[in-house]
């Protein structure tokens, strides 16, 4: 009826504007709580120093959940910002601008409770014995003290991996790695200076062909992902700007394995592969490249009647992706830890990710081995476990303190205040058992996402006891959601928002910086 209608719609109405009016109220108490630091406690120099090396997913989740008034917190890393790398292929092609997906340190640090010192450095040697970690300034700007040492009481080691490359000449030299926000820089501005130099006055048909030859080895997520954004790339901007470009320009995967994505089920390495075919991605599987030089790389095909043959193939851009390998300072850590001899991919930690041979150093992320993919899941989720440990251990401390001071006190009274101390110690030895009761790290895997091109996504997501394999446009509206909602902060969703709001309306930016 039309009097229920009614009702309806201005229920309706309410609800919407109540949504907005806390979306609003949201936002600006967000943007005014991040302009307004509060007043932190200074350090205790009684507490444990705890230092913290490397600012990525491990390092970073476990400060934005530690209790900071416990510790004395040192931070030592090269890069002062936090960096959400699942939106990092995006940025090599300006669907994202690089900003909106870096958090600096400095605003994360500046609103925990008590003050940590950050230093940008990299950190060059960890002494066990010494208990003491080096570190060098290797940024442009130099002072007079570029090196400094700095003692521990605790150490947690979050400084990720570096690109892999298994010593095969050349890669260092010609290829464009990503893995940071340079990388994908320098990948944006090669794209476009191929594009350019290709369509140079008389430029030979057989150099277009080469020079518009993108070629991305390693055919894991982030090979994928990045050959997806590519050619959304071309197709969507490329094509319409500089349309001559039409017939030469060409992206193919390559890929040691017989297929591409394989830590996703079967069912969705076929989508994935069959979807590349529709967008004109070449995917060459069963390939290994052995050498690249500054015009093409030699590669060993696998045939189908299982000999192999040496291939030359020409390129203008190469982005080599074919995963992590041990940073040198992690090496050289290993080294001074008997129990580590056998460890060969990283720190081998134990349950609570306590570094194997150790009692002070805890590994996270990439640098370290539990068993788990080097993902940035993971990488966050120990990040975590590990402030509740850290947190927990405070407590525990704590209350330890207390009931030496309440044993020695109820030594020296007697009757009903003795009796009174005596339940006081009780309740904190029934305290100190819940607290101590915390598990060991324990890993939940929420799923598996990555972008595929054409508006496409993959996801093997985790649903109660089972798994869901889902891909296509749905799964890419899904990708997009997770992600966004997954940004470090506020503000990050709001800029990802808007560059993605953005190159939808005016396309991407196709001018070389
Ligand atoms: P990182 O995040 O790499 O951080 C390492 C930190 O250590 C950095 O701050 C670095 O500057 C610092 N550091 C380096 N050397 C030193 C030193 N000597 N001293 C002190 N500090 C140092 N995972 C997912 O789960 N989902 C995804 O969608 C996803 N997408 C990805 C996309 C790309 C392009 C890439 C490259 C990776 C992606 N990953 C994804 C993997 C994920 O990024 C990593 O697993 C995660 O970053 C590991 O976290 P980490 O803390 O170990 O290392
Ligand atoms: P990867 O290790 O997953 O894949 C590298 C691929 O390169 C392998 O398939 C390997 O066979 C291939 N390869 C190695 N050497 C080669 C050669 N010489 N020639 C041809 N192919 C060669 O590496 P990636 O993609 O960099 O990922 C690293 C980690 O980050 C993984 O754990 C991955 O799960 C995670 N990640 C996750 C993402 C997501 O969930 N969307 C996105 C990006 C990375």
Not at 347 to 374: F, M, Q, S
Not at 407 to 418: L, V, Y
Request: charged letters at 25%.
């Amino acid at each position: 009826t039309p009097k229920k209608r009614f009702r309806f719609l201005r229920t309706l109405w309410r609800v919407t504007y109540i949504s907005l009016l806390a979306g609003v109220g949201y936002t600006a108490y967000t943007v005014w709580e991040l302009n307004h630091p509060p007043e932190q406690l200074d350090p205790d120099p009684k507490k444990k120093t705890l230092v913290i090396l490397g600012t990525g997913w491990g390092s970073v989740s476990l400060l934005k959940n530690l209790d900071t008034e416990n510790y004395n917190v040192v931070v030592v890393s090269p890069r002062n910002y936090f960096l959400f790398t699942p939106l990092l292929p995006s940025c090599t092609t300006g669907t994202i601008e690089h900003r909106s997906i870096m958090e600096p340190i400095r605003n994360i640090l500046r609103h925990k409770k008590a003050k940590v010192s950050y230093y940008e450095a990299e950190c060059t040697k960890i002494d066990y014995a010494k208990k003491i970690v080096y570190a060098k300034d290797n940024s442009e700007i130099k002072g007079d003290n570029m090196e400094t040492e700095i003692p521990f009481d605790m150490l947690v080691v979050g400084v990720g991996a570096e690109n892999a490359t298994f010593g095969i000449p050349g890669v260092r030299e010609h290829g464009c790695f990503l893995k940071e926000v340079g990388d994908a820089q320098k990948i944006r501005k090669r794209i476009m200076d191929c594009v350019e130099t290709a369509t140079f006055k008389d430029q030979p048909a057989e150099e277009v062909k080469r020079l518009l030859h993108m070629v991305v080895v390693g055919g894991g997520p982030t090979g994928v992902e990045f050959a997806g954004e590519l050619q959304d790339f071309f197709q969507e901007d490329l094509l319409k700007w500089v349309p001559q470009i039409r017939d030469d320009f060409h992206v193919s995967l390559v890929e040691a394995l017989p297929n591409v994505l394989p830590m996703f089920s079967k069912q969705l390495i076929e989508y994935t592969e069959s979807s590349f075919k529709e967008e004109h991605i070449e995917i060459r599987t069963k390939t290994m490249v052995k050498n690249v030089t500054d015009k093409f790389i030699e590669a060993e095909v696998q045939q189908p009647d299982g000999t192999k043959k040496l291939e030359t193939i020409p390129y203008g851009l190469l982005v080599w992706a074919t995963g992590n390998a041990l940073r040198p300072v992690v090496k050289d850590l290993m080294t001074q830890i008997p129990a580590q001899a056998k460890a060969r991919r990283g720190l081998e930690v134990n349950e609570y990710l306590v570094v194997n041979g150790t009692e002070n150093i805890w590994g996270v992320g990439d640098c370290a081995v539990a068993n788990y993919a080097p993902t940035a899941q993971v990488a966050a989720q120990e990040g975590a476990f590990l402030a509740r440990l850290f947190n927990t251990m405070a407590k525990t401390d704590a209350i330890e303190d207390e009931l030496r001071d309440l044993s020695a006190k109820q030594a020296t009274t007697a009757g009903d205040e003795r009796n009174a101390i005596l339940g006081e110690i009780r309740e904190r030895q029934r305290q100190l058992r819940r607290i101590k009761q915390i598990g060991p790290f324990q890993y939940s895997h929420q799923g598996s996402l990555a972008y595929i091109g054409a508006e496409k996504a993959v996801a093997d997501v985790s649903w109660f006891s089972g798994n869901i394999a889902s891909g296509g446009t749905l799964t890419y509206l899904f990708w997009k959601s997770a992600y966004l909602s997954m940004c470090f902060s506020a503000r990050n969703r709001i800029l990802v928002a808007f560059d993605w709001t953005k190159a939808k309306f005016f396309g991407r930016d196709v001018s070389r910086e």
